[in-house]
């Protein structure tokens, strides 16, 4: 049977038939799953082992059935089942994936098919029987977090398989009996230090925006100095011994020149002071000079990179391999324009496309760090010690290393890309970027990471201490931030992120883009999205909340939650016990669907038609202003109104309900 093969997915001796062979779905038990070269079949749909070549070209084997020792792992019903998932990866999932990770999820889900056929359940109708959910909730804590993402990933797509396995919900349940281990859990930062430090790295790039013609003039400056002054390349790029007179053309003595003088002329000084000595400082001194101007181009590279990550799911070894043409503007027919950042992945190849959605704020910083790529692109050009085809690279790297004659560390066979550092160092270098003070640990930041984090150390973050920054904290931070919009009442949380978060939380989450993005930034997302919603109801223990029936009706509405046992808070959150739904007053934890609104109409929370306030609504105490403003508008609209007419009616029973929620709040 001669079938023409589907390159660019799997490679090795065995390769897969196109898609369009696939005459109907599921395909039937006679349909080629892998061809060798000469297109015959080495394996079918029906067979109860599949046989495929890793890229390395390793057989990679895939069974159904062991019938030497066990007549069925799982029954046909179920066979089916997960063959057509695996088809379904095979054929018509729009991300890339490698036949390796093709055999570690079946072997994930293999289990849950396994454990259908013993009750003798169809795993189409699986969500239907809560108590095998309740006994797959004592699977490993491990076992669970491989799983979650893929039963998630199938309901996302089963439109497109056929079915589903698992529905949100009970993915919920699922989910509320994982424990993470305490050593394995990457912190969240909290939304004051995060939105602090993202703030800085912005100030940064915006001040670099503002001079960068003048570093751009004082780079070439610098440059045509030291050709001038030893005469050729080679000279001055040779080492400080054997170049024959002074080391360098500044002299910060006598009659040579001033670097500080250059840094005036062009503009620059005052930039530089703020950012690597303070304002005002002297740029002149031992090791500051001309190496201020390698310091600074270095400190842009890292800077960019810490605002990416911010607004990325992507890794830092990921991050830093970009190239300058990473950024695009793209548009989505149901959403729109968005933007999205293209690199190399570091999974396996062809394990997953390397496209990450992304905020339009890191324009400014990609185009910052393109700016300092291409100033050393000058220095790599005339460095006598790079390979000539070096001038034929088809792209920059946005970061790449110093290639000046002043620079250190120069010799032959030097690398394109330095190795990254931990963004704890690159902060700890460049001392100016942060302000200690500010990254200091409060009693509320410590509050909330520990809500998100319930395993984070308690000797490395401790009140009164500076945050311990790390790359991945960024990347976790921002997955939790995209989906978790009000998890704190301030509205730093989301900074920069507000449509943002909406865009990458409608692509991680819902899968609804024709373009293939990261599958490892979607797990991420993901993993976040039943992660932080525990926090939300955990923010209702304490003083901050009140129902407009006292503290009795509050006791009564959290009643299924052991305050004094996070755990089962985390679980109550999690398996649905108390309902959560985010109001303009605060919580609303009816469990039902709500017709009366509460978004932006407070009526018949707070008694505003005239009758009782909502059983069900906990009113924010932190908003009382926002309310307060609420009604003084209200009131504007008021005055301009046709007074008896409905829309005077309904204005005036907003104002009503707002003061009858000011009122509660004051009195609590």
């Not at 394996?43 to 895939?62: A, E, L, M, P, Q």
């Not at 100030?203 to 100095?225: A, Q, R, S």
């Not at 690398?415 to 550092?421: A, E, F, G, Q």
């Not at 009693?443 to 920054?469: C, H, M, N």
Request: glycine residues 6%.
């Amino acid at each position: 049977m001669n079938i023409s093969l589907k390159f660019n997915l799997i490679l090795g001796s065995v390769q897969l038939p196109v898609e369009e062979n696939i005459n109907q779905w599921p395909p039937l038990d006679n349909f080629p799953i892998t061809i060798d070269q000469t297109g015959k079949a080495v394996s079918y749909f029906g067979d109860s082992k599949w046989k495929f070549t890793s890229v390395r070209g390793r057989d990679v084997n895939i069974y159904f059935r062991n019938n030497d020792t066990h007549p069925a792992f799982i029954d046909e019903v179920n066979t089916m089942n997960l063959k057509t998932i695996l088809a379904w990866w095979l054929w018509r999932s729009i991300t890339p994936i490698s036949v390796d990770s093709i055999k570690a999820n079946a072997s994930f889900l293999f289990q849950v098919f396994k454990d259908c056929s013993r009750a003798k359940i169809d795993a189409k109708e699986l969500y239907k029987y809560p108590h095998m959910i309740e006994k797959l909730q004592f699977k490993p804590g491990s076992y669970l977090k491989k799983v979650l993402p893929l039963l998630h990933m199938i309901y996302e797509n089963s439109a497109s398989i056929g079915f589903y396995i698992l529905n949100p919900m009970s993915i919920q349940k699922l989910y509320a009996s994982i424990v993470i281990p305490d050593t394995k859990q990457t912190p969240y930062i909290p939304p004051r230090i995060w939105k602090y430090q993202v703030t800085r790295l912005n100030e940064f790039v915006m001040d670099y925006h503002e001079v960068k013609t003048g570093i751009k003039d004082l780079y070439l400056e610098c440059l045509n100095l030291y050709l001038n002054y030893f005469g050729s390349w080679e000279r001055a790029y040779a080492p400080i011994s054997e170049r024959g007179r002074r080391s360098t053309p500044f002299d910060y003595n006598r009659d040579g020149v001033r670097f500080e003088d250059l840094a005036r002329k062009h503009g620059v000084e005052k930039t530089l002071q703020k950012w690597l000595y303070g304002p005002g400082l002297s740029l002149m001194g031992p090791g500051k000079g001309l190496n201020s101007l390698n310091r600074y181009l270095g400190m842009a590279s890292r800077v960019g990179i810490a605002y990416i990550l911010n607004f990325t799911a992507m890794r830092i070894d990921e991050a830093w391999n970009l190239r300058s043409d990473c950024l695009t503007k793209e548009n989505d027919p149901d959403f729109g324009d968005f933007w999205t950042i293209t690199g190399e992945t570091t999974k396996l190849y062809l394990d997953s496309d390397s496209r990450w959605i992304t905020s339009p704020s890191v324009e400014p910083s990609v185009r910052m760090m393109v700016h300092v790529a291409e100033l050393r692109e000058n220095a790599a050009k005339v460095c006598p010690y790079l390979d000539v085809k070096h001038d034929a690279a088809d792209t920059l790297y946005l970061i790449s290393r110093p290639y000046e004659p002043w620079g250190i560390s120069l010799g032959k066979g030097l690398p394109s890309i330095s190795h990254y550092t931990s963004y704890a160092s690159v902060i700890d270098l460049n001392d100016r970027l942060f302000d200690s003070n500010q990254v200091s640990i409060s009693v509320e930041d410590i509050s909330i990471a520990r809500l998100i984090t319930p395993s984070l150390d308690g000797t490395k973050y401790q009140v009164g201490k500076r945050w311990p920054f790390a790359w991945h904290q960024l990347r976790r931070t921002g997955a939790v931030n995209m989906q978790a919009s009000g998890l704190v009442s301030d509205s730093s949380l989301q900074y920069a992120l507000k449509h943002q978060s909406r865009i990458q939380s409608l692509y991680y989450a819902q899968g609804c883009s024709k373009l293939i993005f990261n599958e490892d930034g979607r797990t991420e997302y993901i993993k976040a999205a039943y992660e932080t919603r525990a926090v939300k109801l955990a923010q209702l223990v304490g003083n901050r909340f009140a129902s407009p029936y006292g503290q009795k009706r509050q006791d009564m509405l959290l009643a299924p939650i052991n305050q004094g046992n996070f755990k089962k808070l985390l679980e109550a959150a999690k398996t649905g016990k108390v309902g959560f739904r985010e109001v303009l007053l605060g919580v609303c934890l009816n469990k039902e669907h709500c017709t009366k609104g509460g978004i932006d109409n407070i009526v018949y929370c707070v008694g505003g038609h005239g009758k009782g306030a909502c059983t069900d609504l906990l009113i924010d105490k932190t908003k009382l202003i926002q309310v307060k403003q609420l009604k003084a508008e209200t009131e504007l609209l008021l005055e301009t109104t046709p007074s008896g007419s409905p829309y005077y009616t309904a204005l005036s029973a907003q104002i009503k309900a707002a003061q009858n929620a000011i009122s509660i709040i004051e009195a609590n």
